[in-house]
């Protein structure tokens, strides 16, 4: 998409804060009584460089990703280049009219109506009053809510104000945009609308630097991503490249057996360590659908019963595997005081793409446990093409994370008038059984 | 049945490698813009055109005192207007009277000073009802006193704007002013009553009072943009400015005339630029003695200067602003 001209073009841009000055003064008073006593006296301040001699190039139609962690510069290079603030040292070219996308709701105010926000928030982001009149009609139809036009828009449901919202920045005529972190907000299908905009514009040739945390809007909309890393550019590349950087960086591509998590300990047993290997070889990226081992050393200082058990969590800690790993009658009840090697093949099914914790207990059903090591493993898992269609997932909150490929009936189209057989309500026993209409 | 699966990226295919991955990016000559194309593309690749049109944006740490850049104010002339119209719809919004508090307010202020300076203090008011002479007074220090406090404050009233979005800064206190003069200027339409209600005739003087509308406003604008950049720094300012109105508005003629100041105190009265200006647009508006020509070039170009100072000082003061909201 991207052709050779610029767009944009930053060199050794720099932006230094004052954390505060090193004499604080909390009132104007007793900054004019320093001032006084001491009229030549400099102010020294505590700095912190967001950004350090930043040189980097955005061509016409391409869509740039900036990714990084908190605190890494991103906020500060968009806002540099926004020009809300000024830097402090290098420079940036733009080559073409530029408009930003904020925060949704940006410069809205609720006592004003949908059509004053308009207006509004539209001049807000740099248009001409002339150009609101004429795409006026365009983004009410975006927005859908032209039967709440003269409402003020605090009496508007979420989803209409975050439409409308939208509707208006969407709309914004410009050759470069700079987008922040608009699509944190709204539902999921208000997500994907964004999303689809977002790729319209960037298939429309126009330059898009993106600033993003998510991995998935990311990977779905920049031709090439850059990440930062206390300010300065860490890497410039393929999307996928910087996350793996991005993962590295983070400490995230896997992580070997780390006990500090132990939630709780019994004097009885210890897990010492543990550790995943594929086909022998020690693993901590583990391809999506495969069967790694879990090898996990157990320290038996009194003779106990006991089962090992495993749970795998999100990146947001949500538990989403559960497996026993026990021998196959599920319990551990013989085993001599001393150092113990346990090993279970883990048959994973496919996964999303992403980070992994996994979580290593013993213990017995209906007991507390004696020993839970939370976070025990991390595992990255890597994408794989887990059907036919040659999907790839991404690890989310709207797609979950366990893939299965759903098999098409034959007969799966039933005249009318018949009851499908389908499975329905949980009968308490643990088994499904049809429901009875 | 075909359904675009959710996790289908479609923009995957799209996914070239970048074109500026690994690539060495040469420094910037800021004035030879051919140095930006042919730096930006090296190897073996086919030659970049260079690039003719010079960017329409430069982004440079500046430092001082800068230009006033008026062009970059005209251009967002809109968003000015905007914000004053804002300004306006909010402040009647759910309120049962509405714009009528425009004219209310100086009308009750009026009666006051008409009781207390008329009627208990019994000052001359030369042949002019009191109440008329306190309207006028009211006027212009409406205009003044608003635009000091709203445009003073508006900085900090609209933090989460100028942290987030860019604009000249400047239009936010500007906006401020324009709203208050509206205000004013619908009060004076009331004066369209009351002159002939009070057996007022006008005079050709009345010409003369866009001109200390104007003066007034450049006064207030001017300290304003100063108190307004301070206060991003130093909240102080929100506490002071009350205190320094309040005082002021016993210190100009509002609810008297400057010729009741004794004899004695009258050079340091006049020292306050208020004076000459607010007795100017009483004389315009309900005639007697004009005031005297050296107190109104003082007071214009005290409110001149002030002005300019204040624009520069928010000038200098501005690049600081998202920083420290």
Redesign the interface.
């Known amino acids: 998409?991207?052709s050779?001209?610029?767009a944009i073009?930053v060199?050794?841009l720099s932006k230094e804060?004052?954390l505060g000055p090193k004499r604080q003064f909390g009132?104007?008073?007793e900054?004019v009584v320093h001032r006084v006593k001491h009229p030549l006296h400099r102010q020294k301040h505590e700095t912190l460089w967001a950004l350090r001699d930043v040189?980097?190039?955005?061509?016409r139609g391409?869509v740039l990703g900036i990714i990084g962690r908190n605190g890494a510069g991103k906020s500060t290079l968009f806002?540099?280049?926004?020009?809300?603030?000024?830097?402090?040292?290098?420079?940036?070219?733009?080559?073409?009219?530029?408009g930003?996308l904020?925060?949704v709701g940006?410069?809205f105010?609720g006592?004003?109506t949908g059509r004053?926000n308009i207006?509004?928030s539209g001049?807000?982001?740099?248009?001409?009053?002339k150009e609101i009149d004429r795409r006026f009609d365009e983004m009410v139809a975006f927005a859908q809510i032209d039967r709440f036009l003269d409402t003020p828009v605090r009496h508007y449901s979420s989803g209409m104000y975050v439409r409308l919202a939208f509707a208006v920045a969407a709309h914004l005529e410009a050759e470069i945009l700079l987008v922040d972190e608009v699509l944190a907000v709204g539902d999921a299908e208000f997500q994907d609308k964004c999303l689809g905009k977002m790729?319209d514009v960037a298939q429309s040739g126009r330059t898009v630097v993106f600033v993003s945390h998510n991995e998935e809007t990311v990977?779905?909309?920049?031709?090439?991503?850059m990440l930062l890393q206390e300010g300065q550019i860490a890497f410039?590349?393929?999307?996928?490249d910087a996350f793996r950087h991005y993962r590295a960086q983070r400490n995230e591509a896997g992580r070997e057996f780390d006990a500090t998590r132990r939630v709780r300990r019994s004097p009885d047993l210890a897990i010492v360590h543990a550790a995943l290997s594929i086909d022998g070889v020690r693993a901590l990226e583990i391809p999506s659908g495969s069967r790694p081992v879990l090898t996990c050393v157990v320290e038996v200082k009194r003779r106990t019963r006991f089962a090992a058990e495993v749970l795998i969590r999100t990146r947001e800690s949500v538990p989403i595997l559960y497996a026993a790993a026990n021998p196959a009658h599920g319990i551990y009840s013989d085993l001599e005081p001393g150092t113990h090697t346990i090993r279970s093949e883990l048959p994973l099914p496919a996964m999303a793409a992403g980070r992994y914790w996994i979580d290593i207990m013993l213990g017995l059903p209906q007991a507390p446990c004696m020993d839970y090591i939370e976070e025990a493993l991390a595992i990255d898992v890597l994408p794989g093409a887990h059907s036919g269609?040659g999907?790839?997932?991404?690890q989310s909150r709207?797609?979950g994370c366990v893939?299965i490929e759903a098999i098409p009936l034959r007969d799966s189209t039933v005249p009318r008038g018949a009851t499908p057989q389908r499975p329905s309500r949980h009968d308490g026993r643990g088994a499904l059984t049809a429901d009875a209409e | 049945m075909r359904v675009p699966s959710p996790w289908c990226s479609k923009a995957r295919a799209r996914n070239e490698p970048a074109p500026t991955a690994g690539r060495p990016l040469g420094p910037l000559d800021p004035d030879s813009r051919r140095v930006i194309g042919a730096a930006s593309s090296p190897g073996p690749e086919p030659l970049v055109r260079p690039r003719v049109a010079p960017p329409m944006l430069v982004i440079r740490p500046t430092s001082g005192w800068r230009s006033l850049d008026l062009r970059e104010v005209w251009r967002f002339r809109d968003l000015l207007l905007m914000f004053a119209v804002r300004d306006l719809k909010l402040r009647y919004r759910q309120t049962a009277l509405g714009v009528a508090w425009v004219v209310i307010l100086p009308l009750l202020g009026a009666g006051v000073f008409a009781l207390v300076f008329g009627r208990v203090a019994k000052l001359p008011s030369a042949g002019v009802p009191y109440f008329l002479l306190a309207y006028a007074g009211l006027l212009g220090w409406n205009l003044f006193q608003g635009t000091l406090t709203r445009a003073g404050g508006s900085l900090i009233t609209n933090a989460p704007l100028i942290s987030k979005v860019y604009f000249p800064r400047v239009i936010v206190p500007l906006s401020a002013a324009v709203s208050a003069c509206v205000d004013t200027l619908v009060a004076m339409g009331l004066l369209v009553i009351l002159l002939p209600a009070y057996h007022v005739a006008l005079t050709p003087a009345v010409l003369l009072v866009p001109l200390w509308l104007l003066l007034l406003q450049v006064l207030g604008l001017g300290l304003s943009l100063y108190a307004s950049a301070l206060s991003v720094s130093y909240r102080d300012v929100s506490h002071i400015l009350p205190v320094l109105v309040q005082f002021l508005l016993y210190a100009s003629p509002v609810g008297y005339r400057a010729a009741q100041v004794p004899h004695a105190f009258q050079a340091v009265y006049l020292l306050n630029p208020l004076a000459g200006l607010l007795e100017g647009l009483r004389w315009s508006l309900l005639g007697g003695t004009p005031p005297r020509l050296g107190a109104v070039l003082y007071a214009a170009a005290v409110s001149c200067v002030v002005l300019v100072v204040g624009a520069f000082a928010f000038r200098r003061m501005e690049r600081r602003f998202a920083d420290v909201l």
Do not use: W
């Open positions: 998409m991207s050779n001209e610029l073009a060199r050794g804060y004052l009132t104007l008073a900054m040189t980097f190039d955005v061509r391409e806002k540099v280049l926004s020009r809300i603030t000024e830097p402090s040292a290098g420079e940036a070219q733009l080559f073409g009219r530029v930003c904020l925060e940006t410069g105010h006592q004003l004053e207006y509004l001049s807000i982001l740099g248009m001409r009053r790729q990977r779905r909309l920049c031709s090439s991503a410039v590349g393929h999307p996928d269609s999907c790839r997932t991404v709207r797609h893939f």
